[in-house]
């Protein structure tokens, strides 16, 4: 695998493909989707940490689900990040639980920071308000990641060490 910078215009089709598969497994298998792909900022998407990363989340999902919750997983690693799939039965867990779930999770260690997990029905997505859970924190600082995303508050070169510190804790192999 050779790491590369990904374009704009690949991350933005990125989202549509990612938002036209979510549509076709939601079609075939219906149910819940749990969509999950990882925030890692700049731009090489791919390394193999990262699909050994995303492999790691998807298994503590999958340890968390209830028996027979899972009908269809699978995993796609791109040059835009790898992303991970997991098609629920909705008569074994609900909606608002998988969302639970996921922010168990999300929140669970700082792996799970890492991880962004999105919970999609046919109605349309589960999100942490509807929980009443309040939004992600910054990795540096522990202030409202969107904020400190939008302003670039920290380097990019901070952030990057940063999840190289947590994927060594983690023991997320090269």
Known sequence: MTERAVTLKELLDSREDRVRRQRELLDAR???????TLNIPGPVKDRERYRNALKEGMRRI????????????????????????????EGVITPRQAKALAVQV??????????????????????????????????????????????????????LAEIERILDENAIKL
């Not at 999100?127 to 202030?143: A, K, M, Q, Y």
């Open 106 to 159: 999300e929140e669970a260690d700082r792996l799970g920071r890492l991880l962004d997990i999105d919970v999609i029905t046919a109605n349309g997505g589960v999100s942490r308000s509807d929980l009443g859970v309040s939004g992600r924190t910054c990795l540096i600082c522990g202030e409202d990641a969107k904020v400190c995303a939008r302003s670039q508050r920290h380097p990019m070169e901070q952030l």
């Open 62 to 89: 999958r340890i968390r689900l209830p028996e027979n919750a899972v009908r269809h997983q699978e995993m796609h690693f791109l040059v835009t990040g790898p992303e991970g799939y997991l098609s629920l039965d």
């Open 30 to 36: 219906g149910g819940i989707l749990l969509s999950v």
